[in-house]
């Protein structure tokens, strides 16, 4: 029998008089987007799982706004903004999670300017602190010696630093973690970023995913695993443009970890 997933909303909370520990900020892609769905799914399987108190904002989300600032329009991601500043003040919101490193780059670095002011973690930190915590435990069966390499979105490595919380999840799935040639400090964009997932890429030689696939594909992997719902789209797009869908899987961090917990 599937259980069925907990997802109480902020409102439920107030009306309650109480607090969750963390808001989980869906985002966009991870509320209407197919495959990011499932990336939410799995991560609220965990945080279900660890009996984590978190709520979502439902209806009352709105996207953060990053793709208008990216794109050169700053009134309206100020408007984004401000809008739901207002919402996370109501509810006197503390602590965000969420699995997009664009809405925790937005919200951590340009809402603090506007008056948002929180503490803002990536879904990957915040699995390794239910991992220390010894909240959540991870078996590595299904991945054991599986050649897993994590290709770093932008927002995640080298906006905000933080490169080692997603690696030392993989490592705990005792599987083999490969590097690309590019990584970290040096990793390439997957090329959605600064909203062009929102268009069509410029002439050129080769698509910006193109390239990042075939860098992947130099290390012989087993899965691609990727933090950010984006990241996951071009990517998979990468593999599919290679035709090795059938040999080489895209998993977001919470999947892995999800799959190897068998929520």
Request: net charge neutral; hydrophobic share 35%.
């Amino acid at each position: 029998m599937v259980s069925e997933l907990k997802v109480p909303t902020m409102a439920e909370f107030f009306s309650k008089g109480t607090f969750p520990e963390v808001l989980f900020w869906v985002g966009c892609a991870g509320s209407f987007d197919d495959r990011a769905k499932k990336i939410t799914k799995a991560f609220v399987k965990i945080l279900n799982k660890a009996n984590v108190s978190f709520a979502v904002l439902g209806t009352e989300e709105s996207c953060t706004g990053d793709p208008a600032k990216r794109a050169g329009n700053e009134f309206l991601f100020q408007m984004q903004a401000v809008t739901n500043i207002e919402v996370l003040n109501a509810y006197e919101i503390k602590k965000i999670v969420t699995a997009c490193p664009h809405c925790f780059n937005t919200i951590k670095n340009e809402y603090p300017g506007l008056g948002g002011n929180y503490e803002v973690v990536h879904h990957t930190q915040f699995l390794k602190q239910l991992l220390t915590e010894g909240r959540i435990k991870m078996e590595g069966g299904t991945f054991k010696g599986k050649r897993i390499t994590f290709h770093d979105p932008c927002y995640l490595g080298r906006g905000n630093g933080v490169y080692e919380a997603p690696r030392d999840l993989i490592r705990k799935l005792d599987a083999e973690l490969v590097e690309m040639k590019s990584c970290k400090q040096r990793g390439l964009c997957c090329g959605a970023g600064g909203a062009q997932m929102f268009k069509e890429p410029e002439k050129g030689n080769k698509d910006v995913n193109i390239e990042r696939t075939e860098q992947a594909l130099e290390i012989k992997p087993d899965i691609i695993a990727a933090g950010c719902p984006f990241c996951n789209t071009m990517m998979t797009d990468g593999i599919k443009n290679k035709e090795k869908e059938d040999s080489i899987a895209v998993m977001d961090i919470a999947e892995l970890i999800a799959t190897a917990e068998d929520l």
